[in-house]
């Protein structure tokens, strides 16, 4: 089955810290990659994709994200954090020519000041 | 308005009652989806609609839910006999996409958060 996977529940970093999430995608061929942000009360927001093409890419708010392969990853990175970058952040996937975005069970990013 | 809007934004019910969530989409989009998150998850597909049309239904949970678009803008999910199970965030999408072949971004509205007593 098609699933997507964050292994990180919960994670805490420092305000001016380097962040990096992880993603883990199952599917039989490789699908359309994105990252999400939830912010409390608020909706989905994009922060980057991936099609296909260079596997390093970036989005928005200074985030950037690298595709592997190999290890079937789509990892979400950020050099410093800020604390308005404390919020819920969503790995999901799409199968191409497909419809049904399929997320992971989310990461909650604490930061400490 | 600019973005996708989701009224009401809470809903309590007691259990047994039926409830209407409403999506009014971007305008002009012509994809409309429903997610459903439960507390603590992460969003999980419930149906799609490509203008009027409900091209996948395969995520809803139970016959209970039902979902609508009869002039393909504004959307209506339906939920009878509401249980404790359905409690959840109930969050609607857009996107301009007129097809499988093509891609669109999908923009989120902010959820009704529906809680079953």
């Known amino acids: 089955a098609q699933s997507v996977t964050q292994p990180d529940i919960h994670i805490t970093v420092s305000e001016g810290a380097s962040l990096e999430l992880r993603c883990n995608y199952s599917y039989g061929a490789t699908p359309y990659l994105f990252w999400y942000v939830q912010s409390p009360g608020q909706g989905l927001q994009l922060l980057l994709k991936?099609?296909?093409?260079?596997?390093l890419v970036q989005g928005i708010k200074g985030f950037e994200a690298e595709f592997k392969r190999s290890q079937s990853s789509f990892n979400l990175r950020k050099p410093s954090v800020h604390w308005s970058d404390a919020a819920e952040y969503f790995c999901a996937a799409l199968k191409a020519a497909g419809n049904k975005l399929t997320f992971g069970g989310g990461t909650r990013v604490l930061v400490k000041p | 308005g600019a973005g996708v809007s989701q009224s009401p934004r809470y809903k309590v019910a007691k259990r047994g009652q039926d409830v209407a969530l409403r999506c009014d989409p971007i305008?002009?989009?012509?994809?409309l989806f429903w997610y459903q998150q439960a507390l603590g998850q992460g969003p999980e597909f419930l149906t799609y609609?490509?203008?009027?049309?409900?091209?996948?239904k395969s995520g809803l949970p139970s016959d209970r839910f039902f979902a609508e678009r009869p002039e393909g803008s504004v959307s209506t999910l339906k939920i009878q006999r509401t249980q404790q199970e359905d409690s959840a965030v109930y969050l609607c999408?857009?996107?301009?996409?007129?097809?499988?072949?093509?891609?669109?971004?999908?923009?989120f509205g902010p959820g009704t958060r529906l809680t079953v007593l």
């Open positions: 999408a857009s996107s301009l996409a007129r097809g499988p072949s093509s891609y669109n971004e999908q923009f």
């Open positions: 305008s002009g989009h012509v994809s």
């Open positions: 991936y099609f296909s093409g260079d596997t």
């Open positions: 609609f490509q203008n009027e049309a409900q091209l996948d």
